[in-house]
């Protein structure tokens, strides 16, 4: 009895989902996706669907973004200090949120020059990028 009523349900499930149009029409069938981005995606290529958002959380609180093109649009920026020991040490995060606002390509740029404190960044560690494809 069980297996046929899951049987049912998903069948119901299979056939609305075919009822909501071309699998092309994603904005009218799914909710925007966050798109989690970190230090390990610099470098990175990253492709986006119209009206999702994309959420950058880099790891001290020396990170500075550059404003992006029109493509995405910053909602917010929130630094979080974290619970450090050493005073000035960066430990903590930032985190900027962007709407996928426009069909384009942009780069998301972030750079620092501390490092801790008192340590300067040396150039493979100071930028931060990620290129952005929004369809």
């Given amino acids: 009895m069980l297996r046929r009523l ?7 499930v299979f056939v609305a989902g075919c009822a909501n149009g071309s699998s092309g029409d994603r904005t009218a069938q799914t909710a925007p996706i966050p798109h989690q981005l970190d230090e390990h995606a610099n470098g990175s290529t990253v492709d986006v669907q119209l009206g999702d958002s994309v959420v950058v959380v880099l790891h001290s609180t020396y990170w500075n973004f550059d404003s992006p093109a029109r493509v995405l649009q910053p909602l917010s920026t929130q630094p979080s200090p974290g619970h450090c020991a050493v005073i000035g040490s960066g430990c903590g995060t930032v985190t900027v949120t962007y709407n996928a606002a426009q069909v384009g390509t942009v780069t998301l740029h972030a750079h620092r020059d501390s490092c801790g404190e008192a340590i300067r960044c040396s150039a493979s560690n100071a930028d931060w990028s990620v290129t952005v494809r929004v369809t």
Avoid: H
């Fill in 6 to 12: 899951l049987a049912v349900a998903a069948s119901a």
